[in-house]
């Protein structure tokens, strides 16, 4: 699932535990011991229920994220491009969050022309070394006029240097060489779809394959996006924070810094999550097989499934890939039996890291947490059983 990209490191764990609520046996005025209420270890983390803030900056990642839903899966290209960099998926607030995207005079273009907004979503190969690879940035201008008013300057400025795709005037494709020892071609593809701004980036040693997935991308990003009306600036500051109460389901992030934003915010419907998964094919049959229509993102994610038997299955299925990773064992947390849990390894640059994650169910919904620090992951995952259970 989401592993790999939710790599938790500034989170500060209270030294108390949490106070929680008792239940009562019937007809008993003590707590029944066997309560997880009572005995789950929530490191002090808060599962009151809660009203998720909001900003002006996170109403634009709630726009972003509904864009998700309609930006292009590498792996629809190229199959083999399911490899998830640390920079391949993200919101965009501002065209300085696009500088691996565009050059600088085209990022100072969407400024001046009026970016309310974007999404960028980038694979590659597994291959060591140089890689060929695909990032596709669908970018929301202020309107039709704004979107076409950019690409025009894109064709103005790179003037001849722009290469000729049959008759076509509809597309902007340009040849970036390698440069020093590298071997790898790239290829950028600008179109525009509306309100929208098209660019593809497509990289690989064969420069033919670079720029027929360059062009092929960016037809395939246009129809994607036929008829659909992503918010304008008009809609940014009313869109809803929550949806169905999923977020709210979630154990809350730590609090931001004052002026200081997130891209790990709100909630993402159907298969939006896929572009932040670690797995993404063997993930698509488990969203596809339980229902997952809905996954909210706080502290940790919540998923939710058809019905509880479909819950259940995603879990298991979740957890079986996790048991895929390198060095991977099994782990529990104390009153949690229900939980599933795995300790592993992951590469990160040159050296391999520790991961631990757990899933639980409660109904119909799903909780999963990642983080580098095994205590810190059952104390999650404890607040976000009793938040579900109680929600």
């Known amino acids: 699932m989401s592993r790999r990209s939710r790599t938790a490191l500034s989170i500060a764990v209270a030294a108390a535990l949490a106070a929680g609520c008792s239940s009562t046996v019937a007809g008993n005025a003590v707590p029944d011991p066997n309560d997880p209420v009572v005995k789950l270890d929530t490191g002090g983390i808060s599962t009151e229920p809660r009203t998720v803030e909001t900003s002006e900056g996170q109403q634009k990642v709630l726009a972003s994220n509904i864009l998700a839903q309609k930006a292009l899966y590498a792996w629809d290209i190229d199959p083999t491009f399911v490899v998830l960099r640390s920079f391949g998926v993200r919101a965009v607030a501002l065209a300085s969050n696009l500088s691996d995207t565009v050059d600088e005079a085209d990022s100072a273009a969407l400024d001046r022309r009026g970016l309310l907004y974007g999404f960028v979503s980038g694979r590659t190969d597994d291959a060591a070394g140089e890689w060929d690879g695909l990032a596709s940035a669908v970018l929301r201008m202020t309107d039709d006029a704004a979107a076409r008013g950019a690409l025009d300057d894109h064709r103005t400025r ?34 525009v779809a509306g309100a929208h701004l098209i660019v593809i980036n497509a990289k690989a040693k064969d420069a033919g394959k670079a720029r027929d997935r360059a062009v092929a991308a960016a037809d395939r990003q246009r129809d994607l996006l036929a008829g659909f009306a992503s918010p304008g600036g008009d809609r940014i500051a009313s869109l809803p924070a929550d949806k169905d109460g999923i977020v709210s389901r979630t154990v809350a992030p730590d609090a931001l810094e004052q002026g200081t934003m997130t891209l790990e915010y709100g909630f993402r419907e159907g298969r939006a999550p896929l572009h932040w998964d670690s797995e993404p094919i063997a993930s698509a049959r488990l969203f596809e097989d339980s229902g997952v229509d809905l ?44 939980a599933t849990c795995r300790s592993y390894k992951v590469k990160v640059l040159l050296d391999m890291e520790s991961r631990h994650t757990c899933y639980v169910t409660s109904g119909r919904y799903v909780s999963e947490y990642t983080d580098t620090q095994i ?11 009793l938040i579900l259970r109680h929600a």
């Open 158 to 191: 790179v003037g001849d240097a722009a290469e000729k795709i049959g008759d076509r005037s509809d597309i902007v494709v340009t040849r970036v060489a390698p440069s020093g020892s590298a071997t790898a071609t790239r290829y950028q593809a600008q179109a």
């Open 295 to 338: 996954t909210g993102v706080g502290r940790n994610y919540v998923y939710r499934a058809k019905d509880a038997s479909a819950a259940d299955r995603f879990a298991d299925g979740a957890i079986k890939l996790v048991g895929t990773e390198e060095g991977a064992t099994e782990f529990s947390i104390d009153g949690l039996p229900t």
């Open 375 to 385: 205590a810190r992951v059952k104390q999650v995952t404890s607040a976000g059983y």
